[in-house]
């Protein structure tokens, strides 16, 4: 089946000033189903050239009408978005779920999260604003809260809607114009969002998109001198390119590099409440998730217990295509699925499995699969507990105090989230003082959820913070006016 016939835009064209155009390489990237293997459509090759004419259109769209756009304007503009993202909510989840196999009913939740940012971003675009400051007799201090201009966005393929919706919405609420350079294995979301903002009226050049290849536009669009802000999410190894890029230009960057975040179970547990959840925030979109728990440190008077309820859970766990709404789909592309494959089979070498779960019988022989797996009693400092696999893959680690989850759980480079599940109280605000991570869960766990919460980490999985009314203070910067008037 070719995904092309049901679209609404052109996904061989890329969106520079408002208008539709070829990219510069004539060389299609095929866009393929990780539920099948099949190829099923194909998007442009952007340039590094077609990266300068998107920053040239976002200089001028600043100048221009989008530039004079008043914040309550910005805000309606995203509202109308909002309402055309829930309106298409259904198209949006099936493309997405197509593109990176996620399954159906996960992909819905994104489109809808998509719509949650959009109206998040929208209702506080006009309530961002600077300050008086009392200063001495006779003069008058105050601040300004400005776009920084042109905006860099290099997003990923696990999340691409939620991740576009968070770092999009949040520059054009604050009044950037943006350029946003979507993974090459997960386009098509990208490409339907500038279909839909042009249609909302957002003015030419307030929004840019060009598809294509890291190594060429990534690295393009994070080095051009005169893009003034950069948002990137993805791995450490290209993070710290960005970070370099940026390092030259002096420009402030925005780096979410995923991380090894940990459940902490302690023995005073509702395990009830918290099983599902233990399991689920890693295998949702089959582990590809930033902030997946895929550490499970459990205290050594319940280890047994959770170990043996988890692997019940791990037991009925089904994985198959996308549109069958299994507990998990493929992962987005053979070489993520070589990935962690790798890392399983390096585990299973010298480790205990303690459950696994199912790829369906009839799951397509081209679909990207891979059987969820536990491993138990890891070693904190095992591999396997250190990097991240990025797949449907725990390690459960005991511990015996509070002092010991501490350890362990900060021992990795990463920090990111982390989850602490106990009832006491007195516990709870300890652990979440202690933790060298950017969110704390208590008793809940939310991998991708919360649009609300300010997200990001410390160490390897980087710096800044997005979604929340804080990402609105990192996509503007503040001018400081002290005027003497005696
Ligand atoms: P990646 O970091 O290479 O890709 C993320 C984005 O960066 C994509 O849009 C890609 O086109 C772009 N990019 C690649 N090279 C670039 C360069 N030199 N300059 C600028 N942009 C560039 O990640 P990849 O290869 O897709 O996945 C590898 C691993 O990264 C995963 O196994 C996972 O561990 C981690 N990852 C983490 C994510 C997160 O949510 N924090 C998301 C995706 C991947
Ligand atoms: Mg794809």
């Not at 049901?6 to 990219?23: A, C, E, H, N, V």
Request: glycine share 12%; proline share 5%.
């Amino acid at each position: 089946m070719k995904i092309a016939n049901s679209l609404w835009f052109d996904p061989t064209m890329i969106y520079i000033g408002g208008q539709w155009r070829k990219p510069g390489h004539a060389d299609t990237i095929p866009v393929e189903n990780p539920s099948t293997g099949e190829v099923i459509g194909e998007i442009g090759q952007g340039s590094a050239a077609d990266v300068d004419a998107a920053v040239v259109a976002a200089e001028a769209a600043m100048e221009g009408e989008w530039g004079r756009t008043p914040a309550v304007e910005r805000g309606r503009l995203l509202a109308r978005m909002a309402q055309m993202v829930l309106s298409r909510a259904e198209e949006l989840a099936y493309l997405e779920s197509t593109d990176v196999g996620k399954p159906m009913k996960q992909a819905q939740a994104d489109a809808v999260n998509l719509a949650r940012y959009l109206e998040f971003y929208g209702g506080a675009a006009d309530k961002v604003h600077g300050t008086t400051i009392p200063y001495q007799e006779g003069f008058t201090v105050y601040t300004l809260r400005e776009p920084h201009g042109v905006t860099g966005h290099i997003i990923p393929w696990n999340y691409p809607m939620q991740i576009l919706g968070r770092s999009i919405g949040a520059a054009l609420a604050m009044g950037n114009a943006c350029v946003l350079k979507p993974a090459e294995d997960a386009s098509l979301s990208s490409l339907a969002f500038a279909a839909i903002a042009a249609e909302a009226g957002l003015p030419a050049g307030a929004l840019n998109v060009v598809t294509g290849y890291g190594a060429e536009v990534g690295a393009a669009l994070s080095t051009h001198p005169d893009v003034h802000h950069v948002s990137f999410t993805g791995s450490v190894a290209t993070g710290r390119h960005i970070q370099e890029a940026a390092a030259k230009n002096v420009v402030p960057v925005t780096l979410e590099l995923g991380g090894k975040s940990p459940h902490i179970v302690f023995d005073d547990v509702d395990l009830d409440a918290a099983l599902p959840t233990l399991v689920g925030a890693c295998m949702q979109a089959a582990g590809q998730t930033c902030s997946a728990a895929s550490r499970v440190l459990v205290q050594r008077g319940i280890y047994e217990e959770v170990r043996r309820r988890m692997a019940e859970v791990y037991g009925g766990l089904v994985v198959g295509p996308a549109p069958d709404n299994c507990d998990l789909g493929p992962l987005v592309s053979k070489k993520q699925k070589d990935i962690v494959s790798k890392f399983i089979e390096l585990g299973k070498q010298d480790l205990t499995v303690a459950a696994e779960g199912k790829i369906r019988d009839d799951a397509p022989a081209g679909g990207n699969y891979v059987a969820p797996v536990l491993f138990a009693d890891v070693s904190p400092d095992h591999r396997l507990a250190q990097e991240e696999i990025f797949g449907p893959v725990q390690v459960m680690i005991p511990f015996e105090d509070e002092a010991d989850a501490i350890r362990i759980a900060n021992g990795t480079e990463y920090g990111l989230v982390a989850g602490v599940w106990t009832r006491d109280g007195g516990r709870q605000m300890r652990m979440a003082r202690k933790l060298n991570v950017g969110q704390v869960f208590i008793n809940n766990y939310g991998a991708g959820g919360g649009v609300e919460l300010p997200f990001g980490g410390v160490g390897k999985s980087g710096h800044g913070r997005e979604k929340g009314f804080e990402a609105l203070y990192g996509f503007s910067r503040l001018k400081t006016v002290t005027a003497q008037h005696g």
